[in-house]
Structures are given as structure tokens and as C-alpha cells.
């Protein structure tokens, strides 16, 4: 109690004793005059260094030790707090005692129980007053001790400095002594060609010792910045998952995650560009030689004669200015190799560190992306659209009028425009193509002629031509995505998004002309040419384009809460395909060629799944409305992906079959001709029979492939499953 009472007046005493000695003391100022420091030899400065890194080393472990008692005291405080408020409860219900102990009388039980409760009384009165004057000149000590601790950091930050200095001056030393020394002999001198190669040899050392340093630096920025990234990513998850847990049931809740999900990217590992800086086992390697050839360095007198030994100049040993420009050359070789291998064992740390963070955030990037993908497909991103929609709409649109009128000034990238000069420029030779590919499909069906490269070359046509509008979409996207303009972003995500579907239907429109390769080589019947590329046209002109708009507007209104003319727009888009595949299926109807069991079956279902699209629109599940429709543009891919597969795998067996058949047909005339003709009907049904089970074994071959490709497309849907386990149906 006393001291804690003294402590009131002598701490701001203290404290102001340090406060006017850090006013006054130059804490950063050496102990070596700077001015004489390069007069002095080496050895008394790197006593003084010596010394300095002792004190520096005692006033870091004060300053530590009394930043801990200084945490320990404020962490104490609540618990003296509590303790006096036990002790003065405990004084109300001890009995007020007016009288004094007196130990030589011989007391009865009760006056003994009387002195015991004044005892207590007393020691908890002591000890209250003891706890207040603690807690009461707690704001003076603190103050002082804090004071204390700023000294001696400045006193750390000043040792530091001179540390630094003299190191510096050191290192300084080092560099020059090897110029110094070698100014000091002259060119006939013996061993001056020794002393020069070796003077060379320093400065490559130095050089990649510069080299390395700028490597470690790079590693280490970019190890900092992974490290950065795995933390961020860790409380991201955090949040993400007490977001869950705090608004399971909440309506926003959807919105939030959608949130978090447009901020996944910034998240992703990226490539860390590591080649020029080699690999780790390189490293490796160069750090054991450099501590080799440094164990050959362990006396620069052995190390300066080996030397003149193998340049031919062992007479140069005798030379006592050639020895010692060796000696101090092999001493400077000996600090080089040194920091090499300091630095050496940092990059290799620093990439071993870097590959280990990249795994871990490659790992919490893929459960984080599983843990929300799983969340955020079952419940509503948005809110149903409201009914009083009309009203706001005009001003919405007024709006996307306003911020496409910056479209007219978007800005290409110059290489964008050579490509797509390029690329229309080859579009005017496709005129040219068309005679050869006529003149090439006359030769299918000729036996002679025939083969399944025509087939192979009309593949690669059509796809060429397929793939020319969506290739000039890809490169506007790529000209302008890095325009200054706000709505570039979103007008290249949306063109890039839409080209697949673009190149999808161009595809089967080009597939099913007149002389095109479904017709002519796949032998696929006219009407059902004509009806795909009916349907593909329509597509093309009338949903493709609204589509567009649709992905152009969810891009725009991502952060919106409504998104109104997004979903209203793709709502429309979605109609329009239905009415499509539905005035399609009753034109069928009406003719004489009716569509299969089979074509019905798709096209419901995919009338099907376009209402559950409209319905996911409305009704605010926005990205299982985006799951869904891109796994149907992934699925269509998939299908005409096997149907082309199946057709070209169907036609070279056919094409094997006819020559083998035709090859049997020549022998079995000529065979006749010599009358020995052998019995040839057996052999042509075992023809048949094979054609039979290989186009069997094909069917089951592409049926295989299209059930692994259509698990592995709507997987993220099997994947978001997990959330229905969250479902109570009965208890």
C-alpha cells in the first residue's frame, strides 16, 4: 500500500525525468565518431559493433519484458475490480466489533470466534486499501512505464541505427578493399595476374549477389501477397459462414451470398510468374557449392597461395604486397560466399513458402467455392418482381439509355482491330471455296473416290464457318474490355458469354444446308435438315439477340437488389423460344413427315426447361436460373458434340464396309471367271452381321460418353443437393 501510495508523486516525477532526457539525448548518435570511423581499422569497428549488438540485444529484451508487465497489469485490473467488490461484501456482513484483542488473556470460544471475525475485518480493510491505492495510482504508473517503454524503443531504434551504420561501413570496406588492394601492384609485379582473376571473380559474385537479392525481394512480395490473399480468404469464409448461421431464414440472406460470390475472383490463385527466378532445386544445388568452395575459404593464407599455385606464380608467395591483396580478396571472397548463402537459404525458403501458401489457397479457394456454390443455388439471390414494376420501369430504362449512350465512344485495343480486318478479310474468300467443296461432295457415294477425308475436310469447313461471327463477337469483347468506359466491362462479359451460343446455332445451320455435311455425308434425311436448320434460323434472328441484351443487363444490374429489366428482358427471350419450338412442333404436325418419338421427347423437355427458367427469373433465383440455362447451352453442345461424333463414326464404318465389300465382290467375279467361284452369300451376311454389332458397340460407345458428359456438366447442380439436406420433411 505504501509503495503503490509513494508511486502517486514519484511516477510523475519519473516520467517527467524521461521525458526531458529524451528531449535532450540524441539517441541515434554513434559511438564512433562518423568523421574518424574510416580512419579506424576494421577490427576496432567491428569491436564497436560487437558491443552495440550486446546493448541492442539487452534493451530489446527490456523493452519486451516491460511491454509484458504493462499488458499484465491493465489484464489484472477487472480482477481487482471484482476482488473488491467480494471484499466489500463481505465487510457488510461481518458484525461491527468494538473492542481490542488482547492475546495474553485466556478468551472463552465465543470471544476467540469474536477476535477471528476481527482479524478478517481488519486484513480485508488492509487489503481494500491496498487494491484502491493499486487501482487509484494505476493512471500515473501506466503513464510512466509507457513513457518508460517509448524510451527504450528509442534507445532500440537508436542502437539499431548505429548497427546499421557500422554494418554499412563494413560492407563499404569490403567492396573497396578489393580495388585498394589491387591499386597497390603494379603490372610486372609476380602474381598481379592472379590477383587481377581473382579481383574479377569477386565482382561476378557481387553481381549475382545483387541479382539474388532482387529475386529474394520479388519472392518475398509475392509470398506477402499470397499470405495476404489465404488470410483474406480465411475471413471471408468466416463471415460467410456466420452469415449462414445468423440468417439462415432471412430473406437477405441470398443477396448476401450473391454478394460474396461476385467477390470470388479477387480470391483465385493466380500463376506466379517463378522462371526467371529458376527453381528450388537449382538452389538448392548453388548453395552447396557456394558452402563448398566457403570451406576451401577458411584460411586466406592457404586459400592466396593455392591460388598463385595454380596460376603458375608460386613465386608470387614471397611477395608480401601480393600475399596480402590475396589475402584480403579471399577475405572479401569468404563475405560474399557468405551473404550467398544467406541469401541463397532465404529464396529457397521464400519459395518453398510461396509454393506451400498456393497449395493452401488453392485448397480453401475450392472448399470455399463448394461451401457457397452449395448455398447460394437453393435460396433466392433477388426478390420476386413486384407487381408495381411498370411503374418504376421507365425510369429504369431511362437509366440504361443514359449508360449505353457512352457505347458510341468505346475505345479497341489496336490489336483487336488487326484481327478483325484479318479475320474478315479471309471471310471474303469463302466465295472462292464453294466450287472446290461442291466439286468435292460429288465424290461421296463413289467407291473409288470416296473416303473419309472429304468427310474429315467438311468437318473443319463448317466448322471454320461456324466459327467466324463468333470469333469476331470474341475479339470486339477483347478490343474493348479494357476501354475506360464503365459499361465496357459488362458489354465484353456479355458478347463473350453469348458467343457460344452463337457459334452452336451456326453451326447446325450451316450442317444441314443443301450440300452441307449432315446432308451429304452424315445421309441424315431431308426433313429433318430442313426442320434444324429452320429452327436454328429462327433462333438466331429472333432469341439469340434478346439473349444478349438479357446478359448484357444481369451484368449491369449485378449489385442491383431488383434487377427488373434484366429479368424481364430474359423472361421475354425465354417466351420467345417456347413460341419458337412450339410453332415448329405444330407446323410438323401438319406435314407429312411428323416428327419421332424421340424429337417430341426433346422438345417437351426442353419446353420444360424453359419454363423453369422463366419461373427461376421471377420468382428471384437468379443464379439457379443461371445454372440452369448455361448447363442447357452445355447440354446442347454435349448433344450435337455426340451426334457429330456418332454420324462420322458411323459413316467411316460404312465406307469400310462398302470397300471390303466391293474388294470380295471383284474377287468373287474374277474367282468366276476362272471358274471357281466360291460360295459367296455365307460370306456377305458375315459382312452384315459385323457392320450390325460394330454399329451396336457404337451406339453403346456414344451412349457412354454422353452419360459421363452430362454428369460432369450439371455436377455443380448435384453438388448444390447437399443444401436439401438442410430440410426438415417430418420430426
Known amino acids: 500500500e505504501q509503495s503503490f501510495t ?10 517527467a525525468e524521461i521525458r526531458d532526457r529524451m528531449d535532450d539525448v540524441p539517441y541515434q548518435e554513434s559511438d564512433v565518431d562518423p568523421a574518424s570511423v574510416s580512419k579506424l581499422r576494421t577490427e576496432k569497428i567491428e569491436g564497436v559493433l560487437t558491443e552495440l549488438r550486446v546493448k541492442l540485444r539487452d534493451a530489446t529484451s527490456a523493452k519486451e519484458t516491460l511491454d509484458r508487465r504493462i499488458a499484465t497489469e491493465l489484464s489484472t485490473t477487472p480482477e481487482f475490480q471484482a476482488r473488491l467488490e467480494a471484499i466489500d461484501q463481505r465487510l457488510v456482513e461481518l458484525p461491527d466489533l468494538n473492542f481490542s484483542i488482547q492475546p495474553e488473556l485466556n478468551a472463552s470460544d465465543y470471544e476467540a470466534a469474536q477476535w477471528l471475525s476481527l482479524a478478517e475485518h481488519e486484513a480485508l ?11 487509484a495510482s494505476q493512471p500515473v504508473r501506466y503513464s510512466w512505464r509507457k513513457v518508460e517503454s517509448d524510451e527504450l524503443g528509442l534507445i532500440v531504434d537508436g542502437l539499431q541505427f548505429q548497427v546499421q551504420a557500422l ?29 587481377q582473376q581473382m579481383l574479377v571473380e569477386n565482382e561476378q559474385l557481387r553481381e549475382q549477389s545483387q541479382e539474388l537479392s532482387a529475386a529474394l525481394v520479388f519472392m518475398e512480395g509475392e509470398d506477402s501477397e499470397v499470405r495476404q ?38 480470391f483465385r490463385p493466380r500463376d506466379i510468374a517463378l522462371e526467371e527466378v529458376g527453381e528450388i532445386g537449382d538452389h538448392v544445388i548453388q548453395r552447396a557449392k557456394f558452402e563448398e568452395e566457403l570451406a576451401q575459404l577458411s584460411n586466406a593464407t592457404d586459400y592466396a597461395l593455392s591460388r598463385f599455385s595454380e596460376g603458375a606464380e608460386p613465386e608470387a608467395g614471397s611477395n608480401e604486397v601480393a600475399l596480402e591483396s590475396a589475402k584480403e580478396l579471399a577475405r572479401a571472397r569468404r563475405a560474399l560466399l557468405t551473404d550467398l548463402v544467406a541469401i541463397e537459404t532465404k529464396v529457397i525458403n521464400a519459395h518453398g513458402s510461396i509454393d506451400r501458401t498456393t497449395q493452401q489457397l488453392d485448397a480453401a479457394f475450392g472448399e470455399y467455392t463448394r461451401y457457397l456454390s452449395s448455398r447460394v443455388l437453393w435460396v433466392p439471390s433477388h426478390p420476386p418482381i413486384p407487381v408495381s414494376f411498370l411503374i418504376d420501369i421507365r425510369k429504369d430504362f431511362e437509366i440504361l439509355v443514359q449508360s449505353l449512350s457512352s457505347t458510341r465512344v468505346l475505345h479497341m ?12 478479310t479471309l471471310y471474303l474468300f469463302r466465295s472462292r471455296l464453294e466450287p472446290y467443296m461442291l466439286k468435292q461432295n460429288e465424290k461421296v457415294g463413289r467407291i473409288r473416290q470416296d473416303h473419309i477425308g472429304l468427310t474429315f475436310f467438311e468437318l473443319l469447313i463448317t466448322l471454320l464457318r461456324s466459327l467466324l461471327f463468333p470469333l469476331i463477337l470474341l475479339v470486339l469483347a477483347y478490343g474493348i474490355s479494357d476501354s475506360t468506359r464503365e459499361n465496357a466491362p459488362y458489354l465484353s462479359g456479355s458478347m463473350t458469354r453469348s458467343a457460344k451460343l452463337l457459334f452452336l446455332l451456326l453451326f447446325l445451320r450451316i450442317a444441314c444446308e443443301k450440300d452441307g455435311l449432315a ?47 434484366g429479368r ?43 419454363i423453369a427458367l422463366i419461373v427461376t427469373s421471377l420468382t428471384g433465383y437468379i443464379y439457379s436460373g443461371y445454372v440452369l440455362f448455361h448447363g442447357l447451352i452445355n447440354t446442347l453442345a454435349l448433344a450435337v458434340g455426340l451426334a457429330v461424333f456418332y454420324s462420322l463414326m458411323k459413316r467411316w464404318l460404312l465406307l469400310v464396309n462398302r470397300r471390303i465389300r466391293f474388294r470380295r465382290k471383284v474377287a468373287a467375279l474374277q474367282a468366276a471367271n476362272e471358274e471357281d467361284a466360291p460360295d459367296s452369300a455365307e460370306e456377305e ?6 457392320s450390325a454389332s460394330v454399329a451396336q458397340l457404337l451406339k453403346a460407345a456414344t451412349f457412354m460418353l454422353g452419360a459421363v458428359g452430362f454428369v460432369y456438366l450439371w455436377l455443380p447442380l448435384f453438388s448444390g443437393l447437399e443444401a436439401m439436406q438442410r430440410v426438415t420433411l417430418w420430426t
Open 167 to 195: 554494418e554499412t561501413e563494413l560492407t563499404s570496406r569490403a567492396q573497396d578493399s578489393d580495388e585498394d588492394s589491387i591499386i597497390e601492384l603494379d603490372a610486372d609485379t609476380p602474381g598481379y595476374a592472379t590477383v
Open 413 to 424: 485495343a489496336p490489336s483487336s482491330g488487326i484481327l478483325l480486318v484479318l479475320i474478315l
Open 685 to 690: 451376311v458375315d459382312i452384315v452381321s459385323l
Open 6 to 15: 509513494e508511486s502517486l508523486t514519484t511516477a510523475p516525477q519519473l516520467e
Open 229 to 266: 490473399v489465404f488470410d483474406s480468404l480465411g475471413k471471408q469464409f468466416d463471415t460467410v459462414q456466420q452469415i449462414v448461421a445468423l440468417s439462415e431464414n432471412s430473406s437477405s440472406l441470398g443477396h448476401l451470398l450473391m454478394t460474396h460470390w461476385h467477390q470470388m475472383d479477387k
Open 519 to 565: 446432308r451429304v455425308h452424315f445421309g441424315w434425311p431431308d426433313y429433318r435438315c430442313t426442320n434444324i436448320r429452320n429452327l436454328a434460323t429462327t433462333l438466331l434472328i429472333w432469341a439469340w439477340p434478346l439473349l444478349l441484351v438479357a446478359a448484357y443487363l444481369f451484368r449491369v444490374e449485378v449489385d442491383s437488389v431488383d434487377v427488373v429489366l
Open 125 to 135: 480493510v488492509a487489503e481494500r486499501r491496498m487494491l484502491e491505492s493499486r487501482l
Open 568 to 610: 424481364l428482358i430474359f423472361t421475354i427471350a425465354i417466351v420467345v423460344v417456347i413460341a419458337i419450338i412450339a410453332v415448329h412442333f405444330l407446323r410438323n404436325r401438319l406435314s407429312d413427315e411428323p416428327f419421332s418419338r424421340y424429337t417430341v421427347l426433346v422438345l417437351t423437355l426442353s419446353v420444360l426447361a424453359c
